[in-house]
């Protein structure tokens, strides 16, 4: 009998704040016909991700805390097992790792675990790099350079942030450390879908020229300096207090935040407000109704450099509306 085909596989990775959230949003919101089912890793003890993803009808899987290429890697392949039961349900699986993620171990999941690697295959590794932060991040980050290295699709996003010549640099920086992946350009990873998805273009070959013992089980290292805090609040957030207190701390401790996240519960709005940054720059805006049944428990994830948990929960408890 032949076997049954393997389920493709897309790796989504890319530094903090590249745009992951927002390509995979697409992903799942476009008229595609096609069904995924999606794993989201992330860096913090409260599960903001989950949350910043538009309700569709695939199923997400939220792993958290820990870095998803070791302390999560056995759930990683029991979620992979567990949809592999239900595979007439969905036509691919999307993997979107925590942007502090080095994607080697993630992609040798799929080679060094014999019933993963029977039932699901490894299509492509997608990278997200911001244009605007990427040559610092490249300075500072091993797993930024790695991430370009080991990618076959790269999405430039944000190149509306930068002038010509710098996106240049930032092109030329990109080729010299992978010249092979296909590389699109975008503003808000506007890009055709089938030029990230289902490709077949992992090439287990290049990888091995890129780091011979990919497929052996080694240790790797992590930045011990990166840390996140995150705090809660069942309280409602007033905005008036909360606006001005964020816009202050990122003026001032902007370089040290790498990302911060967030969905807030405003009092008397029936909306859920989601603020989302990288170092200095804010965005923030109304996503959706709050569900019948969900607490409306405000939460705010920061993820960077020599944060002060204690001040930062004291500066965000002070956003909170008091009871009279």
């Known amino acids: 009998m032949a076997s049954s085909p393997t389920i493709p596989v897309t790796v989504l990775t890319g530094y903090l704040g590249a745009g992951k959230t927002t390509l995979l949003n697409r992903i799942l919101s476009e008229n595609h016909g096609r069904r995924y089912a999606v794993i ?132 030329h920086r990109i080729r010299s450390i992978n010249g092979q992946a296909t590389l699109h350009e975008t503003q808000n990873c506007v890009v055709p879908l089938e030029a990230v998805l289902e490709r077949g273009a992992f090439d287990l070959d290049r990888i091995l020229d890129i780091e011979p013992d990919f497929l052996s089980e080694d240790d790797h290292e992590h930045d011990d300096a990166i840390t996140s805090v995150s705090l809660r609040s069942e309280a409602p957030i007033r905005p008036e207090l909360f606006m001005p207190w964020l816009r202050t701390l990122t003026a001032a401790q902007g370089q040290d935040i790498l990302r911060l996240k967030g969905v807030l519960a405003f009092p008397g709005e029936e909306q859920r407000y989601v603020v989302q940054g990288v170092h200095m720059l804010l965005d923030g805006n109304y996503q959706r109704e709050w569900k019948p049944e969900e607490p409306r428990t405000s939460r705010l994830v920061f993820i960077g450099r020599n944060l002060d948990p204690a001040a930062l929960q004291a500066g965000f408890d002070d956003c909170a509306a008091r009871a009279a």
């Open 40 to 171: 989201v890793n992330e860096f913090g003890e409260i599960g903001i991700d989950n949350d910043l993803i538009v309700d569709a009808d695939e199923e997400v899987f939220e792993m958290n805390n820990g870095c998803i290429c070791c302390t999560v890697r056995g759930d990683l392949i029991r979620i992979i097992e567990g949809l592999m039961k239900r595979r007439g349900t969905f036509d691919a699986i999307v993997i979107e790792t925590t942007g502090l993620a080095d994607p080697a171990p993630v992609a040798q999941t799929f080679f060094v675990d014999d019933d993963v690697r029977a039932r699901a295959s490894l299509d492509a590794i997608v990278t997200v790099v911001d244009a605007r932060h990427i040559l610092l991040r490249l300075e500072d980050s091993h797993e930024a350079e790695e991430q370009i290295a080991f990618a076959d699709v790269i999405l430039l996003n944000k190149t509306d942030l930068v002038d010509a010549g710098d996106l240049a640099q930032v092109r």
